[in-house]
């Protein structure tokens, strides 16, 4: 990583400004495009070749609402706390996700970033090498079970946002008022949905959301599961190293930077996440251009094939998959 982290983190700081005018913008276009593709998707219903390009274009711009409320969930992506509050409170039923009781939990999760002894606090649990070999049998059918594909990105993340979100156990610390204002904007929203087109049209927005929720569930997954990725324990783990090393750079090329608010910028976000998302790759390649910041770069190809890591390595900082072949005896496996 970089060689001098006061000098990255002072860059950094330069960054760290919100710029309203650019904030207004980038949700107005957000959110018109987001309801441009879901209302054609609407009203396309029966005609495929309209209807699953406008699908995707819903789920895009979701996603990247989903983005702008991670923003306000720092207080970044406007200069007034009061409007960046308000604002991701609004975007809730579209991020599927409620306000309060998130900026919680994903606070929790920059605050512990490649803490082993926090692993609560990732989307995507880890186990490591000696727990594994620790484990018994059942442990490790639930685990293997939990880190497929399907349950990470084909089935987990639309369960996750779908069901679990709308009353998470950690959101009750943050206020049940808020849970119950999500809920009925998210009940508001479907209920127009299903005004403006019945019960084919909520079928049609839950294929979006389902769009947005497999791929938005593989995007945390590649930032926090590649290969070299630094996990450490507190106090050795000091925050320029969880933040520089525990998280990747998704090499995507610049549509998926536009579309996702430069959500790929993942290192730089967790050292300062004061950096709004419409400034970060500027900050990102400014550091970068200086040799001050050199990420692990992760194409799309190559995040894909992260699937295949199951394991940290602490002996060898990585990750690895499972073992080959039927487990050993766990007495064999401690000798």
Known sequence: MGSDDTTIRTISRQYASANDRRAWLELSVTFTLYLAGLLTALSAIG??????PAMVLAATMGLRLYMIQHDCLHRSFFTSRRM????????????MTPYQATRFKHTQHHTHVADLNRRD???IYVMTVKEWADAPPLTRAKYKLYRSPVTLILVGPFILYAF?????LYG??????DLVLHNLLLAGLIVSVWAYAGWP?????????YIACVFGGLIPYVLHNFE????????????ETAALEGSSV????????VAMMNIAYHDLHHLNAKIPGYKIKTAYDDLEARGLITSEKIGFIDGIKCLRWKLYDEENSCMVPFPKGPPEPRAQLKA
């Open 228 to 239: 070299h990725v630094h996990w450490g324990v507190k106090p050795d783990l000091d925050m």
């Open 172 to 177: 009750l610390k943050t206020g049940i008022g």
């Open 201 to 209: 049209g909520v079928a049609v927005w839950v294929g979006s959301v």
């Open 164 to 168: 679990l979100r709308r009353v998470p």
């Open 47 to 52: 005609t495929l070749w309209i209807l699953l």
């Open 84 to 95: 960046n509050d308000n604002v991701g409170t609004l975007l809730s039923p579209i991020a």
């Open 250 to 257: 998704l090499d995507w090329g610049r549509p998926f930077d």
């Open 121 to 123: 606090t990732f989307e």
